[in-house]
């Protein structure tokens, strides 16, 4: 069995001008540390290009596109998303953009749970991963296979 070391859920300063790396050494310094895969999920931005994914390639690491979404007051991990985020906004808004390609896996975070690190829990079918999110308060993390 081969395993991939990945990050699905960075951020950068483009967004956060606190962080100490931009993309650029973000990308330098996870192919120092031998990660293969990363995301960089910025809150309500998408910092990705195709020089940036080149420049992670070159240093053998697979870019993928990805974006912290503020959605109904939650955070919602997307990821290679084909349509502005602006175009989102509502749970309702997200399941017309649903697809088999279009949402690989979605995370929702709320600040009490993400605080205390509680483990995912896995739930099936977009359909319920959405219902789900707009009716809980609660919920940690929901991903879609």
Not at 7 to 17: N, S
Not at 68 to 80: C, F, K, P, Q, S
Not at 118 to 139: H, K, T, W
């Amino acid at each position: 069995m081969s395993w991939l070391k990945a990050d699905l859920h960075l951020h950068t300063r483009e967004a956060e001008p606190f962080i100490a790396f931009d993309a650029y050494g973000l990308i330098d310094r996870a192919a120092r540390e031998g990660f293969q895969v990363l995301s960089i999920t910025n809150h309500d931005t998408l910092t990705f290009s195709d020089r940036l994914a080149a420049y992670a390639r070159a240093r053998g690491i697979l870019l993928i596109p990805g974006a912290e979404a503020t959605i109904e007051g939650r955070h919602v991990l997307l990821y290679n998303i084909d349509v502005p985020l602006s175009a989102i906004g509502t749970f309702a808004r997200l399941r017309q953009f649903k697809g088999p390609d279009w949402i690989l896996h979605l995370t929702l975070l709320t600040e009490r749970d993400s605080a205390r690190h509680q483990q995912p829990q896995a739930r099936g079918g977009c359909d319920q991963l959405l219902e789900d999110a707009a009716d809980s308060r609660n919920l940690f993390n929901v991903v879609d296979r």
